[in-house]
């Protein structure tokens, strides 16, 4: 069983520690992201780094349309992951969407997991009522029409704006490149469950100890989108990183780990 989840997932463990710290990326991303962030952990954690299935390495035959027409199906893998591995006490990290399926591994199984650590999280990307997501309906239908109409055109456009940064253009030049290895059918799959989702009923019921990390500047996830995430989740933090973006722990490393260590002290 857990040969099979090693494949299917790209399972990678890293450091010595007895404490275990499980990243999962965001779309259109892999563990790869990540490299940043592990060194700073490795010598205290057991770091365990998955790709989600139709991500980078894993196995792309695994794929479900139907197990993975939301999010659960992701969170169902990730509990299964722990399982497989005999995880206890588990620090998740969950980068943008991933968060979400944080939010869901933690509600199925809220013994498994210790602290979660929602690096750019959002439950709902579109404008509701009184809640900002950031996006109308009609934004997110023409995100993902092109999406549909002209994937690599879209991963050239959408890679500067998620990662920001344009003076550092070799970040938003991996990001797109990390969205091309994709399969597009997958990725366009993917994409409407992530943008058309809605997990704000989520965020109540947790109980688990929760750090939520926000750049002051992110054209996907507002501060107000994090505001919103941190007053409906009981026990947690909200800090705002002096960053930009939508990926720190790639464009401010140092930030967000100082923040993480912080929150796990």
Not at 239 to 246: P, R
Request: proline share 3%; glycine share 6%; with cysteine.
């Amino acid at each position: 069983m857990l040969k099979k989840l090693i494949i299917r997932n790209n399972i990678t463990i890293h450091g010595d520690g007895n404490k275990s710290m499980l990243f999962v990326h965001g779309y259109g991303c892999n563990q790869n992201m990540w490299r940043f962030i592990i060194p700073q952990f490795k010598d205290d954690y057991q770091i365990i780094l998955i790709d989600l299935v139709g991500s980078g390495k894993s196995d792309e035959n695994a794929y479900d349309y139907d197990k993975y027409s939301s999010l659960q199906g992701y969170a169902d893998d990730v509990v299964e992951i722990c399982d497989a591995l005999n995880l206890k006490d588990v620090i998740l990290v969950g980068h943008s969407v991933s968060a979400m399926i944080g939010v869901l591994a933690a509600l199925k199984r809220p013994a498994i997991f210790k602290k979660l650590i929602m690096v750019s999280p959002s439950p709902r990307y579109i404008d509701d009522n009184e809640y900002f997501g950031g996006f109308s309906e009609n934004d997110i239908e023409e995100l993902l029409k092109t999406l549909d109409s002209n994937y690599l055109g879209w991963t050239s456009t959408m890679a500067p704006v998620i990662m920001s940064n344009l003076d550092r253009p070799e970040l938003a030049e991996e990001l797109e490149h990390s969205f091309c290895q994709s399969n597009p059918a997958i990725a366009k799959h993917f994409a409407r469950v992530t943008f058309l989702g809605d997990n704000r009923s989520d965020l109540e019921k947790l109980t688990t100890d929760t750090l939520i990390l926000q750049c002051k500047l992110d054209a996907i996830a507002s501060i107000k989108v994090g505001q919103y995430v941190h007053n409906h989740i009981f026990n947690s933090k909200f800090v705002v990183l002096d960053a930009t973006g939508h990926c720190p722990h790639i464009s401010s490393p140092d930030q967000t780990v100082a923040a993480i260590k912080t929150f796990l002290k």
